[in-house]
């Protein structure tokens, strides 16, 4: 599908609905993934859901998306403080990206709330848990349809 929208996730994500669920909720990666693909069809949008704990394996998908990819929703969990490279592979993207976090980084310890992805993000959703995945993929979805308009 040409408007396809790639959601990344990024380390520990694979743990979601186990790993501190009083944070991040008890739904799970697969939940999100079934969601995403259910309102991306409604939007008339493909879905490339991925997650890796690997940043290196996260840039080489923001580069794929460059050639196939219309959009990208990222949440990029730790590497969000961390990494210049994520950053800069999203400044090679053309399309629109939109940052989600599960958690309101804001509300936690301060080293959280620097974001490098930010930086080039065209919008940050945090703190509606997983229904933040949604919300950024209505957005994504709108943003491409004004581009194509």
């Not at 790639?6 to 380390?11: T, V």
């Not at 080039?120 to 957005?139: H, S």
Request: glycine fraction near 12%; include cysteine.
């Amino acid at each position: 599908m040409p408007n396809t929208v790639y959601i990344l996730n990024g380390p520990n994500l694979n743990l979601l609905g186990k790993r501190q669920p009083h944070i991040y909720g008890h739904t799970t990666l697969a939940d999100v993934e079934k969601s995403c693909s259910e309102l991306g069809e409604a939007l008339g949008v493909g879905i490339r859901f991925l997650q890796s704990n690997h940043e290196g394996q996260i840039i080489d998908w923001i580069h794929e998306a460059r050639g196939t990819g219309a959009g990208i929703v990222i949440n990029p969990a730790a590497f969000t403080h961390t990494s210049v490279a994520i950053l800069d592979a999203l400044n090679t993207f053309e399309g629109p990206v939109i940052e989600v976090h599960i958690s309101n980084v804001h509300k936690r310890e301060s080293f959280r709330h620097h974001s490098y992805v930010s930086l080039r993000a065209d919008g940050v959703i945090a703190g509606c848990g997983t229904e933040g995945y949604l919300l950024g993929l209505r957005r994504v979805a709108s943003l491409i349809a004004g581009a194509a308009a």
